[in-house]
Nanobody
Framework: QVQLVESGGGLVQPGGSLRLSCAAS????????VGWYRQAPGKQRDLVAV???????DYADSVKGRFTISRDNAKNTVYLQMNSLKPEDTAVYYC?????????WGQGTQVTVSS
């Protein structure tokens, strides 16, 4: 079955950086568009970055210029490099396909930006 395992979160000061990883299995990763989503307490889960199967990327306005999504099809892994982090980036970060596979959500990885 589809499995998505996120890692790399943690506590970081404002202005700091983190790199998230997501290992995928159970589907043909190379021909899938994949994305990073985040959910802050009391808010809905939103898509923040997508890497399409065709090789293009797109970002939510709130992270544009600070976050970079990349993928390694040989490793079935998608990454999210997050720079210039702000307190409002605090959330649980998840990966999934775009559009999502409803039953495939992993446990996510917590990112906390605080001084």
């Amino acid at each position: 079955q589809v499995q998505l395992v996120e890692s790399g979160g943690g506590l970081v000061q404002p202005g700091g950086s983190l790199r998230l990883s997501c290992a995928a299995s159970g589907f043909i990763f190379a021909i899938s568009s994949v994305g990073w989503y985040r959910q802050a307490p009391g808010k809905q889960r939103d898509l923040v970055a997508v890497f399409t199967s065709g090789g293009s990327t797109d970002y939510a306005d709130s992270v544009k210029g600070r976050f970079t999504i990349s993928r390694d099809n040989a490793k079935n892994t998608v990454y999210l490099q997050m720079n210039s982090l702000k307190p409002e980036d605090t959330a649980v970060y998840y990966c999934n396909t775009v559009p999502v596979r409803i039953g495939a959500w992993g446990q996510g990885t917590q990112v906390t930006v605080s001084s």
